[in-house]
């Protein structure tokens, strides 16, 4: 899983932010014991993400664009207003699957 945001500054330079957790992109969690790993994981990766971009988090910076391949995390900022592009990777799924 991963998160990713373009971050630019008043003077227009572009700052990026890319944080990492687990193993590829997100199955869909089957059973209790998953749905619990993968909030778990979705939960260190949003607080690894809120580290690295708080070093920006001044009326000097913005957000312009986050990318994540993990549904929760896309949903929650979208309602938050930022813009966000959900990418999970089809190709890899595709080869996880034997297709």
Do not use: C, R
């Not at 869909?28 to 749905?35: A, S, V």
């Amino acid at each position: 899983m991963y998160i990713k945001a373009l971050i630019k500054d008043k003077s227009g330079n572009v700052f990026e932010v890319h944080v990492k957790e687990g193993n590829g992109t997100p199955d869909p969690p089957q059973g209790f014991k998953e749905q619990m790993k993968f909030a778990v994981e979705t939960a260190k990766l949003l607080g690894k993400f809120w580290k690295e971009a708080g070093k920006y988090a001044n009326q000097n910076h913005m957000i312009v664009q986050v990318n994540t391949d993990n549904p929760i995390i896309a949903k929650k900022l979208i309602k938050e207003g930022f813009n966000v592009v959900f990418e999970p990777d089809f190709a890899e799924a595709v080869t996880q699957s034997g297709s």
